[in-house]
């Protein structure tokens, strides 16, 4: 790593300054994009509007290009950390009850609020925030029963499939064009 990134790790303000920053900033981008509508979310659970799929997979594509670029300069280290079956069951419930209750993610719910959507303020931060309470509570129980479930590797497919990044990259990045080109042509 270079200096200017070490002495940003070991400088929590600035750290907490360039968090700021890159959350409005992700929050901007998600403005723009319209995901932090309700009637666009809702499309999308109806499979009539598909744009956050599409913004989804573009910034998993731009994303996957640019944390391997980053790691290549040696900008960036990955700290995978380890998952399991049964953690991501219980992620996945709790994510898509209240996506499903109120129409919003997370990162939604934010981009909403900043733009002064009532609904997600009172709907969304409420519910994260008693559903983080509820898990907090039931964490204990659930770490020695469900969550470790079904260990998943800690590892990158690259370094499961013994390749190079690249070789995986640039095929997932192109097959995601490919599905972006076929979501447009189908009007969607």
């Known amino acids: 790593m270079n200096e200017a990134l070490q002495r940003l790790r070991g400088n929590g303000p600035a750290q907490l300054v360039l968090g700021l920053a890159i959350g409005v900033g992700f929050g901007a981008c998600l403005q723009i994009a319209g995901v932090t509508r309700y009637d666009v979310i809702l499309g999308q659970l109806l499979l009539t509007d598909f744009t956050v799929v599409k913004v989804m997979l573009s910034a998993v594509a731009v994303g996957t290009v640019g944390v391997y670029l980053m790691r290549g300069a040696g900008l960036a280290d990955l700290h995978i950390k380890p998952g399991s079956v049964g953690a991501t069951v219980i992620g996945g419930v709790i994510f898509g009850a209240g996506f499903a209750v109120l129409g919003y993610c997370p990162g939604t719910v934010a981009g909403a609020v900043g733009s002064g959507a009532l609904d997600a303020l009172v709907g969304g931060v409420t519910g994260i925030l008693i559903g983080a309470g509820i898990f907090a509570a039931l964490y204990p129980r659930l770490e020695a029963s469900v969550l470790g479930v079904g260990a998943l590797p800690t590892a990158t497919i690259p370094d499961l499939l ?12 192109l097959a995601i064009a490919v599905v972006l080109y076929g979501i447009e042509l189908a009007g969607l």
């Open 162 to 173: 013994r390749v190079n990044p690249w070789a995986v990259v640039v095929p997932l990045v």
